[in-house]
T-cell receptor, first 119, second 110 residues
Framework: GAVVSQHPSWVICKSGTSVKIECRSL??????MFWYRQFPKQSLMLMAT?????????EQGVEKDKFLINHASLTLSTLTVTSAHPEDSSFYIC???????????????FGPGTRLTVL | LAKTTQPISMDSYEGQEVNITCSHN???????ITWYQQFPSQGPRFIIQ???TKVTNEVASLFIPADRKSSTLSLPRVSLSDTAVYYC???????????FGRGTSLIVHP
């Protein structure tokens, strides 16, 4: 099946620094990728929809200047958490839609997630 | 977007069949129903997807009644490793924005 990777799998940073998380679709092209955040014992919260070659669409309440999303190619989207603070500590998950040759009509494939801890 | 409602938690024992029902009263004509499984500190994993009637794959079955206002994920003979959170999502093929409800936390006991 289709595989989505994320890098790094975990990161610890100091407050005020910026952190970049990469999301790659390894064996398919993804015109659309999604970024989620998940706090402990909670569901996934959609942060933004990322379309290749265009600006991301952010969900209400998500600061676009703090969470910079770039989708420069059909296989790579990046999320940069700028000036991170302890409250940004969370589990960040990306997903990619395989709209070209998926095994199901419309399947989202999720990355393994990135654990961000801001000290 | 069709909103989904699932039980918050379920308990079962090894070897039993588990059925998790999801309500989606506002499902649209072209919406598909997709189920995901998530283990702690991992991304969700696709389980099964369907539009109507019954779909079966190597890990689960999905039952969808004629009115499509609900769906039931059936896990045959669960094992301890099936302990996870299960989410159902509903959306239009190819263009929906996947949003997650609270999911169902399934605990399988020895």
């Amino acid at each position: 099946g289709a595989v989505v990777s994320q890098h790094p799998s975990w990161v610890i940073c100091k407050s005020g620094t910026s952190v970049k998380i990469e999301c790659r679709s390894l064996d398919f092209q993804a015109t659309t990728m999604f970024w989620y955040r998940q706090f402990p014992k909670q569901s996934l919260m959609l942060m933004a929809t990322s379309n290749e070659g265009s600006k991301a669409t952010y969900e209400q309440g998500v600061e676009k200047d703090k969470f910079l999303i770039n989708h420069a190619s059909l296989t790579l989207s990046t999320l940069t958490v700028t000036s991170a603070h302890p409250e940004d500590s969370s589990f960040y998950i990306c997903s990619a839609r395989d709209g070209l040759a998926g095994t199901a009509p419309d399947t989202q494939y999720f990355g393994p997630g990135t654990r961000l801890t801001v000290l | 977007l069709a909103k989904t409602t699932q039980p918050i938690s379920m308990d079962s024992y090894e070897g039993q069949e588990v059925n998790i029902t999801c309500s989606h009263n506002n499902i649209a004509t072209n919406d598909y129903i997709t189920w995901y499984q998530q283990f702690p500190s991992q991304g969700p994993r696709f389980i099964i997807q369907g539009y109507k009637t019954k779909v079966t794959n190597e890990v689960a079955s999905l039952f969808i009644p004629a009115d499509r206002k609900s769906s039931t994920l059936s896990l045959p003979r669960v094992s301890l490793s099936d302990t996870a959170v299960y989410y159902c999502l509903v959306g239009l093929r190819g263009s929906y924005i996947p949003t997650f409800g609270r999911g169902t936390s399934l605990i399988v006991h020895p």
